[in-house]
Every structure is written in C-alpha cells, then in structure tokens.
C-alpha cells in the first residue's frame, strides 16, 4: 500500500517563499510521476506542479518562474515557491500516480494515491 505524507505549510506574506516536502512510502515501481496540487476555498483541485520518474517536468503557467518542482529520490518530491501571492492561498496536496507498465504510461493510466493535504496561506 502507498502512503503519501505532505509537510512545509504555513503562513507566509506576500512576495515570500516556502517550500513543500513530499514522501512516499510503499511499492510504487519505476514508472510514475508525482505532483503537487492546490484546492482554493470554492474552487476545483488543480495541478500546480508535476514531475514524472524521468525528469520531465510540467506548471501550471500562473506559478513558472516561480515555483519549482524537483525530487531527490525515487520517492521524495519538493516544491519550493518564491515570490508568492494571494492567490496562491490553498491546500495543496502532494499526488503519486503509479502507472505499472509501459502500456498504462502511454494510455495515460495510472492508480492514485493523495496525501492528507498540507494548508499554504499568503497574507499580510
């Protein structure tokens, strides 16, 4: 069984930094990627940030330039955010998607797995 521990939340003002902590724990083989996502007050989930097991790396366009995503092992992803706003306000949520097999990854098939959400708040 996976399992998926999010830290590094907090209070920080406006034009701050911080930077998230994800690790995961359990079988989650050498195809998968690992992300973060952000759930505002009244909003949908969406995908903040996202780094696949070989390197590539994908942003929501509102935070490139300003965030950045990296992982230091096969099971341990950061997110550090800089110059953050208001509006980067939210809980975000650390995801593992394991897809298996060369197959699921180009159907785009994978078994997620959530972490407990860790809360961000910018504000002065």
């Known amino acids: 069984q996976v399992q998926v521990v999010e830290s590094g939340g907090g209070l920080v003002q406006p034009g701050g930094s911080l930077r998230l902590s994800c690790a995961a724990s359990g079988s989650i083989g050498s195809r998968n990627a690992m992300g973060w996502y952000r759930q505002a007050p009244g909003k949908e989930r969406e995908l903040v940030a996202r780094?696949?097991?070989?390197?590539?790396t994908n942003y929501k366009d509102s935070v490139k330039g300003r965030f950045t995503v990296s992982r230091d092992s096969a099971k341990n992803i950061y997110l550090q955010m800089n110059s953050l706003k208001p509006e980067d306000t939210a809980v975000y949520y650390c995801?593992?998607?394991?897809?298996?097999?060369?197959?699921?990854?180009?159907?785009?098939?994978?078994?997620?797995?959530w972490g407990q959400g860790t809360q961000v708040t910018v504000s002065s």
């Open positions: 780094i696949t097991s070989d390197g590539s």
């Open positions: 995801n593992v998607c394991v897809y298996g097999s060369m197959r699921n990854v180009l159907l785009g098939i994978c078994s997620d797995y």
